[in-house]
Every structure is written in C-alpha cells, then in structure tokens.
C-alpha cells in the first residue's frame, strides 16, 4: 500500500472512535446536505467512508485501479442520487456500501465475461484470501466485532457469506463451488446473514 | 414459505442475474417481509465492509469531487412516478438461469404485424411498401428462432441471410432496470459480440438490429448502462442460437 499517511479523517461532529458508524446520524445529514447541492458535505461524507468503500471494492474487484473507478462511480451515483437516500430506510453508510457492492459485482463479472476465464482461476484458487488486503486493512473495533461475529458462523454460512459479498459470486456459483445443492447455498446465505445480523444487532 | 423469500439474502448481496433479480424486486414490491429482511440484511453485508476498510488513494478524493461538481443531484422522486409494474403471481425461482434460453424452440408467434405493412409514406396506387422489418419477416428465407423467457416476456429473433439482416420481436418483455438498457448483440462465428444497437423501453416492439446478420451464428441481449456499451458487460438474459433457427 502506498498511502500509508492518508488518514481518514472523522467527519465533522462525529464522536471520537464511532466514525465507523452506519448507523451515525451524520452521514444521513450529510447527504441530506448533499441532496441540495452542497458539495463540500458531500466531501465530508467522502472523508467519512471511503476507506469502507474502497476496501471494499479493492476486495471484490481485487485490481486496485479498478477498485478506484469503481469507487469513484459509486461515489458519483450516491452524489446524484442523494435526493433519493430515505433515511428511514437504512444508514447512509449501508445505503452508499450497497451501491458499491453492485458496482464491484457488476465489474468482476464483466471483466470475466469479456475476458478469459484466468480470473477464475484467481478467485477460485484463493477464494477467501483475508490477507491480500487486510495488511492495510483499518483496525477498528468495529472491524474486530464483525469478525468475531463471522467466527460464529458455521463453515459453510461463512464460505457462503464470503463468497457471495466478497468473491462476488452467484449464488448458482457459490453452489458450485462449495460442492452444495442450489437451495443449500441460497439458505447458508441467508441464515449466515440472519446471524450476522442478530449477533450486531442491526435493526430496520 | 415459497422459495422466493428465501432469496432476501443472495439478493442483499447482489448474488442473483439480472433475471432472478428482476423476478425477485416483483416479489419484493408486494412482500413487506421480504422487503423489511432485505433491508436488515443489507445493513449487514454492509458492516461486513469494515472489516476491509483500506484507506484509498488521495487522488481519489480529487476525482469524485471534481466529478460531482460537474452534476447535480437527481430531482427528487415524487409521489406520481409509479412503483414497480404490478407484481403478477409469484413463480418458483431458483431453475437454472440460463439453461432455458439456451434451448432455442421454433414456436414463432407474430402478433400486431398487420398493423405495420402498411407504411405511412405508401404511395396509394402500389403496393405498399415494406418496412425494414417487414422485408426481414417476409423473406423466403426467414428463419427463426423463438424463446420464452418465463415472466421476463417472449421473443423471436428471424433472420434473413438473403436481406442480411435480423428483427426482433417481443411480447410482454419487462423493461429494463433503472439506468439500464438492453443492448442487442450479434455472436460472430469466432463467437464474439458485436453490438447491433440498443432495444427501446417498450413491452411489445419490433428492432431491427443494426450491422450484419447473415453469418450470425447467434443473437443475445444483455442489460447494460444506459447508452449500451461496446462489449457487453454481463451475461446475456436471452441467447437465441440462430444455428438452430428454423
């Protein structure tokens, strides 16, 4: 990693060591703000949840220009369609991390069906690879509670749940690779995230 | 409960085709359960991104900040733009996706075609002149190849080698997500895609596709961001294998 100095910097008001939050009232404000045009709360919801954002599509698309260009339309999508954000809803840090996830998933399957299949190989042969990335991963209590929460998981829930959010995968394709019926999967993934979400308590 | 719900989580985290996906917002636009477990289940999947978290690049930050400033946010949605199209009744998901379209069936139904031939600009003491697309349909060696794509619509791809070209038609075909188009391809004999234009937002239409057709071995339409791009950029929802066009 090569921007060991950047800092991700607290957004505005947010309490020391909750900057992690979805669930912050905050980020909902400043894409509120946003939504009026107000750019430079828009860069503070930037500053507030890129790392999660770029982790992530860095994760999923795994070439670190990709991840960028992934990111940043993700970024340009959430700026237009801040208007459309309902706080309500769901947190503003779920609702912007959806949207990369589509574009993350979106990009490794089109990169794969325009390009050979050697991409597969890749994914295939280290499907659950914590390390590339996690070096530079952001230690933070909430990184620490998500995984032990993952450790709960049966093997299976686990792989499913990996597979599906940070391989990108179909859930035909995580069928396949986990040597399971179709129907097998599609419960792992769901029961996995079902216990993630009670273990974190995460609430409509 | 019905298999459909069972999907809440492959499709928080985007593990569905754009078919099963567009079944599955159907579903979900008249299940407040799935729509609630949905949501829960996003919130998740997302928390699982902390975990991930890397710092990115500082040039980054520049890009999307000049790029919003040339953009402004969408009006907001208003009460009189209507939700998804009304759900018909829920079928079992969960076949494999493509496996249907693969099969081609030569079950061509033409419906409305009447209605076209005569062509507004039809001098009145001749025959009417042919469209385009009424040229392809009625050549002597119109083939053609006829796909049901379950509650996503019907199609039917004719080619005519003899005109070069290739129509499609559809019946009730669903329109394509928000922000995306369906773009038309041809499969070269190489097996490659060479686009042959976008298909409007219509249920029931008739396209010419651009470019030629007539060493096509197949025709595919994939979703793609609005505008279409060069090559397609997700699997095909429908394949129509004109090798076995009738």
């Known amino acids: ?204 | 409960m019905s298999d459909l719900h069972k999907l809440t989580g492959a499709y928080a985290m985007d593990a569905l085709d754009e078919l099963e996906r567009a079944r599955f917002e159907r579903h979900l636009a008249q299940c407040d359960d799935c729509r609630a477990e949905v949501a829960e289940l996003r919130e998740t999947a997302a928390l699982l991104s902390e975990s991930v978290a890397v710092p990115p690049p500082a040039s980054l930050r520049e890009s999307v900040l000049s790029g919003i400033s040339q953009v402004r946010p969408l009006a907001p949605e208003v009460a009189t733009i209507p939700v998804p199209a009304p759900a018909r009744p829920e079928q079992p998901a969960g076949r494999r996706a493509w496996a249907p379209f693969l099969v081609a069936a030569a079950l061509a139904i033409f419906v409305g075609l009447g209605a076209m031939i005569v062509a507004p600009w039809a001098d009145d003491d001749e025959v009417p002149r042919l469209t385009a697309a009424e040229q392809v349909l009625q050549a002597p060696d119109a083939e053609e190849v006829f796909l049901d794509l379950g509650e996503s619509g019907r199609a039917t791809v004719v080619r005519s080698k003899s005109q070069d070209k290739a129509v499609i038609t559809t019946e009730d075909m669903v329109v394509a997500p928000e922000g995306k188009d369906y773009e038309l391809w041809f499969m070269s004999p190489e097996e490659e895609f060479v686009a042959a234009g976008l298909m409007p937002d219509a249920a029931d239409q008739t396209v010419v596709l651009d470019g030629s057709a007539a060493e096509a071995i197949a025709v595919g339409i994939t979703v793609e961001p609005e505008g279409g791009s060069k090559q397609p950029t997700t699997d095909p929802i429908a394949l129509f294998d004109l090798t076995e066009a009738t």
């Not at chain 1, 008001?13 to 009026?36: F, K, V, Y």
């Not at chain 1, 050697?118 to 390390?131: C, G, M, Q, V």
């Open chain 1, 1 to 204: 990693m090569t921007d060991v100095d950047h800092v991700r910097p607290v957004p505005d008001g947010a309490p020391q060591g909750a900057p992690s939050g979805g669930d912050s009232p905050q980020l909902a404000d400043l894409l509120r703000r946003s939504a009026l045009g107000d750019e430079g709360a828009f860069a503070a919801f930037y500053d507030a949840t890129s790392a999660r954002a770029y982790g992530l599509a860095l994760r999923v698309v795994r070439n670190p220009a990709h991840a960028e260009e992934v990111t940043q339309e993700a970024y340009l999508d959430a700026w237009r369609s801040s208007t459309r954000f309902d706080p309500a809803r769901g947190s503003a840090a779920g609702w912007l991390l959806t949207i990369v996830h589509r574009k993350a998933v979106d990009r490794v399957r089109s990169v794969e069906a325009a390009s050979a299949r050697d991409e597969t190989w890749n994914r295939e042969t280290a499907p659950i690879d914590h390390d590339q990335t996690s070096e530079a991963a952001q230690a933070s209590l909430e990184a620490a509670r998500v995984r032990n929460a993952v450790a709960t998981l049966t093997d299976v829930q686990r792989r499913a749940v990996e597979l599906t959010y940070f391989g990108g995968y179909t859930h035909t394709e995580v069928a396949a690779l986990l040597d399971v019926p179709l129907g097998t999967a599609k419960t792992r993934i769901r029961d996995g995230l079902i216990r993630l979400r009670d273990l974190m308590g995460v609430a409509s």
